[in-house]
Structures are given as C-alpha cells and as structure tokens.
C-alpha cells in the first residue's frame, strides 16, 4: 500500500527557502482575511485598509514608521537572544524596566537638562541588562528553564509598574495612573521631514547589530553556538562568555524599545504601553530567522500590520485581540514553513 514518508532535508536552496517563506506568510495572512471577514470587516475593505489607507496617505505611513521603532529594537533584541540559544520571551518586562528607569531620570530630574536625555536612554539600557540577568544568571547556575523564568519575571515588572503609576508615581495633576508628562527636552525630537528620531535610533542600532552578527569575531563564534554549544565548546570557542554578551544585548534592545516608547510615543510613563510587543519580537525574529537585518523589513510589515489594526478597531469594532490572533495565524504559518525547510514529505507506493 501507499503511505507517506517523512525525510530529513539535508539543504534548501536560497530561492526555495524565500518562496516557501512567502507562500507560508501568505497562507497565514489569506486565513487572517477569511477570519476578519467572518467578523464583518467587508473584503473591499481589507485592501483598502492594509495598503492603500496605511501605504498611500502620509499620515498613516508617518504612523507606521513611528510603530516601526520600537518593533525594531524588540524585534532584534528577541534575533540576538535566540542566536545564542537563549529563548527571551520576557521582551515586555524587560521594555518595562527600561521606561521606568528613564521616567526615573526625568522624575528625579538627574542629571542637567542638556544631558537628560542620554542619561534617560543609558538607564534603560542599564535597566534591561539587569532585568535579563536574572533569568541568565538562574539558567547558568541553577539550570532554570529561561522560558519559564522571563514569562514569569514579565509579571514581576508589570505589578512593580502598577504599584508605581497606581502609587508614588501617579500625576498629582489628574491622579490617573500615569507618570507626569516629561519635559520637552527629555523627548525625542521629530528630525525634518517629519520622521522620528526614534526610527534613526532603531536603525542605528540594528545596522551595528547587523555589523556585530555578521561581519565580527563576536558573530563567528556565535554562528558556532547557535549551531550547537557542545560542538562549539570543543572548539575552544567562548559558549558563555558569548551567550551572556547577546543575552545582555538582547535586553538592553528591548529596554531601549520601552525607552522608545514613552520618551517618543506616550510623553509619559503608562500602564499599557508595552501591550503586544512581546509577541511580536518573538514573530519578528522568526518571520527573519534571527537576522538583525531582516528584522528591520520584517518589523515594518508588522507596524503595517498594527496601523491597519488600529483602523480596524476604530471604524470597524474589531478588537485588539484579533489583531493578535493574526500575529499568532502568521507565527503557525511561518512554523509550518520551518517545518518543510528540515523535511522533505515523499508518496511512497508500497511493495505487494
């Protein structure tokens, strides 16, 4: 009888790695439209809310560049991480203590005016570098699993967050929970043309990421952890000395990315401005299997992707939470792709 047999595929080329990953992606974005159709959004609209109204009218591509920043940090950060076989899902904590140490700068009004700024951004890469060393520090030492230990470390800084803005850190001016509003030097500007300098900060930073992964002794022997740490070890390369500067790396990119955030975006700390970034670090890093560079295009894709869902919400009731379920359609999508890549499926007939 005939029956189907499952290979391992030694090697794919670059084209039927590309394509596979874009009919993969498209499969998950045709099953999303099917979703979103079912929940009234009518097909016309689908078109002219993902391309033309987020694509071809500057407000809304001055909008997707300005989500685009934060994206790309978080979504770099989570590449670095994985490279190094540390798998950082604490992303959203992380980011938390990053905006926290920098409303902290500005709060206590450290440091002049002139240097605010900087200070603000160096806390938060401070701030996440200590955040994810506990996780890393518990994996090396006690063997903890780091995909338990930064899920759970997420809820820690997020009820440290509440504890602040519901407490000392409120607004006298309002009482709301949110921080007072920062001062305007201690925003990041809009450079001319109307881009923000958030979005030059993001691409700075992936561009020497990019140049760290790639082309340095740094990124050589990380190619070799990634492959494996017990082989990279005989090699005499460095594993931990490596694995704890990306996983450092990792968090001062997705601190950076909560710097981002309420220094550009909000003006002031809040109690959900890092909502659905972990999520989409993680699709980030995997739609671009782990590569700094890609991350950027692939983060754009996915600002698209959030610009196009806010206007889903407005005009159409559609709740954030099925913006998320695309995230998560295309993330299946993606791994089923990754599925293929490894495997080969062959139609076997079988012998009388």
């Known amino acids: 009888m005939a029956r189907l047999v499952l290979d391992i595929r030694r090697e794919a080329s670059a084209p039927f790695h590309a394509a596979l990953t874009a009919a993969s992606v498209f499969a998950g974005l045709a099953i999303s439209a099917a979703i979103l159709i079912a929940a009234g959004v009518p097909p016309a609209a689908l078109a002219d809310e993902f391309v033309v109204a987020t694509l071809f009218d500057a407000q809304s591509l001055h909008a997707v560049l300005f989500q685009a920043a934060p994206l790309i940090m978080v979504g770099a950060g989570a590449a670095i991480a994985f490279r190094a076989r540390f798998w950082n899902l604490g992303l959203e904590g992380q980011?938390?203590?990053?905006?926290?140490?920098?409303?902290?700068?500005?709060?206590?009004?450290?440091?002049?005016?002139?240097?605010?700024?900087?200070?603000?951004?160096?806390?938060?890469?401070?701030?996440?570098?200590?955040?994810?060393?506990?996780?890393?520090?518990?994996?090396?030492?006690?063997?903890?699993?780091?995909?338990?230990?930064?899920?759970?470390?997420?809820?820690?800084?997020?009820?440290?967050?509440?504890?602040?803005?519901?407490?000392?850190?409120?607004?006298?001016?309002?009482?709301?929970?949110?921080?007072?509003?920062?001062?305007?030097?201690?925003?990041?500007?809009?450079?001319?043309?109307?881009?923000?300098?958030?979005?030059?900060?993001?691409?700075?930073?992936?561009?020497?990421?990019?140049?760290?992964?790639?082309?340095?002794?740094?990124?050589?022997?990380?190619?070799?952890?990634?492959?494996?740490?017990?082989?990279a070890r005989s090699l005499g390369v460095p594993v931990l000395g490596v694995t704890v500067a990306a996983t450092l790396l990792s968090g001062s990119l997705a601190a950076s990315a909560g710097f981002v955030i309420v220094a550009a975006q909000e003006g002031r700390l809040t109690q959900s401005f890092f909502t659905g970034y972990g999520v989409s670090g993680v699709l980030i890093a995997f739609l671009a299997r782990n590569n700094p560079a890609a991350a950027a295009i692939v983060a754009l894709l996915v600002a698209i992707l959030f610009a196009a869902g806010q206007n889903l919400q407005v005009f159409y009731q559609i709740p954030f939470a099925m913006v998320q379920l695309i995230q998560a359609i295309v993330v299946i999508a993606a791994a089923a792709a990754d599925f293929f890549l490894r495997h080969r499926v062959r139609w076997v007939k079988g012998i009388g």
Do not use: C
């Open 95 to 231: 980011m938390i203590w990053g905006a926290i140490a920098a409303t902290a700068v500005s709060l206590f009004e450290i440091g002049p005016p002139m240097l605010r700024l900087p200070l603000m951004f160096l806390a938060a890469i401070v701030a996440g570098m200590a955040w994810i060393a506990l996780p890393l520090l518990l994996k090396q030492r006690l063997a903890v699993n780091e995909i338990v230990s930064t899920l759970l470390l997420n809820y820690v800084a997020l009820n440290v967050l509440l504890h602040l803005l519901y407490g000392a850190w409120a607004d006298p001016k309002d009482s709301f929970p949110h921080s007072p509003l920062y001062r305007g030097f201690e925003r990041l500007p809009e450079l001319p043309g109307g881009i923000s300098s958030a979005l030059v900060l993001a691409l700075a930073a992936v561009a020497a990421l990019a140049w760290l992964t790639l082309a340095s002794r740094f990124g050589f022997h990380l190619r070799f952890v990634q492959a494996g740490p017990a082989v």
